[in-house]
């Protein structure tokens, strides 16, 4: 499945934006997805999980609550609503599709995904 994330951008702390990723080449909705992050000098972060019906959802603690992740299998894509940005929430996110450790709260590498597209940078700052 190839992946194209968008929607991310700058903006102030404390406030939000939405990520998209779109999906093509392969049945979308059979795949449970998840976001990752990852910060200048710092390794992948796990943000959230989704399964493939959109019905169960998993998050890293520090953005439970404030992040929503979301799919709408009709049009191929998977969302990330970020509320009460954070100037640590800074980072290129990517949608990645998880071949192992699905809704698992332990540290992801990139070997942990199929696929992944080339990321959104976030940038929370005043």
């Known amino acids: 499945v190839q992946l194209v994330e968008s929607g991310g951008g700058l903006v102030q702390p404390g406030g939000s934006l939405r990520l998209s990723c779109a999906a093509s080449?392969?049945?979308?909705?059979?795949?449970?997805m998840s976001w990752v992050r990852q910060a200048p000098g710092k390794g992948l972060e796990w943000v959230a999980d989704?399964?493939?019906?959109?019905?169960?959802?998993y998050y890293a603690d520090s953005m439970k609550g404030r992040f929503t992740i979301s799919r709408d299998n009709a049009k191929n894509t998977l969302y990330l609503q970020m509320n009460s940005l954070k100037p640590e929430d800074t980072a290129v996110y990517y949608c990645?599709?998880?071949?192992?450790?699905?809704?698992?709260?332990?540290?992801?590498?990139?070997?942990?995904?199929?696929?992944w597209g080339q990321g959104t940078q976030v940038t929370v700052s005043s």
């Open positions: 989704i399964n493939s019906g959109g019905g169960v959802t």
């Open positions: 990645a599709r998880p071949i192992r450790f699905f809704g698992s709260r332990r540290g992801r590498h990139w070997a942990d995904f199929g696929s």
């Open positions: 080449g392969d049945t979308f909705s059979n795949y449970g």
